[in-house]
């Protein structure tokens, strides 16, 4: 991992202006961190970590990504256990539910990004 660089964080949704609001969310909790990047990590140069949601990535994408190297933290619309079990099968690191509430969310990234442990 890039220990002088702020860890880069993809945000791939189905629609533009939720991975806008996702995108903004995580710039304003992790501040100089991390770099938030709007796009498919697969056509990208990669990324640390992946925020993406289960109309986004199919639970072979995240397989995927995680083949890789990537975290990957997946957003479900309507969770269900047995998706939840095909998602952290494929190897995702966390299952969340799309809830206004970014608590969540926020404290699953947090646990990949490395200068966030170094700064405390």
Do not use: C
Request: without cysteine; proline residues 6%; negative net charge.
């Amino acid at each position: 991992m890039r220990e002088s660089q702020a860890t880069r964080i993809f945000v791939k949704a189905p629609h533009g202006g939720l991975e806008s609001a996702l995108a903004r969310t995580l710039a304003a909790a992790f501040g100089e961190f991390v770099v938030v990047l709007i796009g498919d990590p697969e056509t990208e140069d990669g990324g640390d970590i992946v925020v993406t949601t289960d109309g986004a990535s199919s639970p072979t994408e995240v397989s995927d990504l995680t083949e890789n190297g990537q975290h990957v933290v997946v957003l479900a619309a309507l969770p269900d256990e047995i998706a939840e079990a095909s998602y952290r099968h494929a190897g995702a690191s966390a299952y969340l539910p799309m809830v206004a509430a970014v608590g969540p969310l926020v404290s699953a990234v947090a646990l990949f990004v490395p200068s966030l442990a170094e700064a405390v």
